[in-house]
């Protein structure tokens, strides 16, 4: 009886291990299908992904008159305020439960790389864009000559509620020399998979 207590509670501690093991790679994992099974069926004329995803921002600083109506962020900076989150409250995105954790859960150091065996689109580092060319023409030239396709996107680092089934992440197209345009998607876990139910445009060109 008593070998059969101290497997019991070995058995328990394992599966404990693992299953924080399995949640640890899951928001990773998640991300990676809804790049392919959301993502790259919306946006059909990806030619490539940019590996490194971008860090996000929990809040935008800028000082200025108190009468002014401050900017939006650069198209290079990604923010998710609570303000924003209460405002995806309002549209009944997300819970006003999500609030906090969603923003406790930003990590303004942290990125992680794409990884190219999970999606069906290649993926590239950024400094590779450099040897395409010189300008933008000569650039998107060579993408198409290499891929067929001249698009590319680039993903900020995503951020899950606590339940896992509400998803924010920002998203930047880049389809010509005077063309993308900045997305903001909330997606939703629903019974069908997870699904676009909110749809932001940012910066654009």
Not at 62 to 86: A, E, G, M, Q, T
Not at 118 to 143: H, M, T
Request: hydrophobic share 40%; glycine share 4%.
């Amino acid at each position: 009886m008593k070998h059969l207590v101290i497997i019991t509670i070995l058995l328990l501690a394992f599966s404990c291990t693992n299953s924080t093991k399995k949640k640890d790679v899951t928001n990773a994992e998640l991300f990676h299908e809804i790049i392919e099974k959301v993502i790259l069926q919306k946006f059909t004329d990806i030619a490539f992904i940019i590996e490194e995803t971008r860090i996000i921002k929990k809040e935008y600083k800028v000082r200025l008159d108190s009468s002014k109506i401050p900017p939006p962020p650069p198209p290079y900076l990604k923010v998710i305020s609570k303000d924003f989150l209460h405002v995806l409250v309002e549209r009944n995105c997300i819970s006003i439960d999500d609030v906090d954790f969603m923003h406790n859960a930003i990590d303004e150091t942290t990125n992680f790389n794409i990884d190219s065996t999970l999606v069906s689109v290649p993926v590239i580092p950024r400094e590779k864009l450099s040897q395409f060319g010189a300008d933008f023409d000569e650039i998107y030239d060579n993408i198409y000559k290499e891929y067929g396709k001249e698009s590319y996107v680039k993903f900020s680092f995503p951020i899950f509620n606590e339940s896992r089934d509400r998803l924010i992440f920002f998203m930047d197209y880049h389809c010509g020399p005077l063309c993308g345009q900045g997305y903001t998607f909330v997606l939703s876990k629903e019974e069908s998979g997870w699904q676009i139910i909110q749809e932001l445009g940012g910066w654009e060109s």
